[in-house]
């Protein structure tokens, strides 16, 4: 599985968009991009996920870079509870070793008042 | 409905002890994963089931055993418990051709 490259802390505005960005410069051809996010003493918790075509759920919305090698997290009104580390991952689905993915060190992002 | 669940949340133990962190989905999903959380927030990958069959199965020490007796539950066996332990123990499913991964609320294991 590619790695990724996250910078490791942000801060966002209360109401602002928050904007998290992330480098995936190796990732093959059958290789998704999954975005999760660790609120303190709580498990990882799934945002959204893509392959090459921009995605939106009621969390948050990626956009993948037309060459995929980089893709943004964009959670369009951030509260204080978006305060959480986000982890950017690829990995192949169908894959014998899906969970076999690194969460890497992730963003840290702080949303203040 | 909590869809992945394990217990004990928190679990303190003197060293040399044997414990079980244990840990049911009820997704009706064929693949359970355990992994570890360091101090320093480092999410790795310890195992994974597929069916009740090991799929995954990273370096880790032979202490730790897990036991899947069936496809919602993966139960984590740890013997002779050492202070390198202490960490946060996550259960996490997924369907296997589906791939996103669902977690636990985590188990915080210390050893003394």
């Known amino acids: 599985d590619a790695k990724t490259t996250q910078p490791p802390s942000m801060d966002c505005a209360e109401g602002r968009a928050a904007n998290l960005p992330c480098n995936h410069s190796?990732?093959?051809?059958?290789?998704?991009v999954y975005w999760y996010r660790q609120i303190h003493s709580q498990g990882p918790q799934y945002i959204i996920h893509?392959?090459?075509n921009n995605e939106t759920n009621e969390m948050a919305s990626l956009i993948i870079t037309e060459d995929r090698k980089s893709s943004t997290l964009i959670l369009p009104h951030a509260t204080l509870r978006d305060t959480a580390v986000y982890y950017c991952?690829?990995?192949?689905?169908?894959?014998?070793?899906?969970?076999?993915?690194?969460f890497g060190d992730g963003t840290t992002l702080t949303v203040k008042p | 409905d909590t869809a992945v669940s394990q217990t004990p949340k928190y679990l303190v133990t003197q060293m040399g002890n044997d414990k079980s962190i244990k840990c049911e989905q009820n997704?009706?999903?064929?693949?359970m994963y355990w992994y570890k959380q360091d101090s320093k927030k480092f999410l790795k990958i310890m195992f994974s089931?597929?069916?009740?069959?090991?799929?995954i199965n990273e370096t880790v020490p032979n202490r730790f055993s897990p036991k899947s007796p069936d496809k919602a539950h993966l139960n984590l066996h740890i013997n002779s418990l050492e202070l390198g332990d202490s960490a946060v123990y996550f259960c996490?499913?997924?369907?296997?051709?589906?791939?996103?991964?669902?977690f636990g609320e985590g188990s915080w294991l210390t050893v003394v």
């Open positions: 991952i690829v990995r192949a689905n169908l894959n014998t070793n899906a969970g076999k993915s690194t």
């Open positions: 893509g392959l090459k």
């Open positions: 190796t990732i093959s051809g059958n290789e998704y």
């Open positions: 997704l009706g999903h064929d693949t």
């Open positions: 089931y597929n069916n009740k069959e090991l799929i």
């Open positions: 996490a499913s997924s369907q296997h051709s589906g791939n996103t991964i669902y």
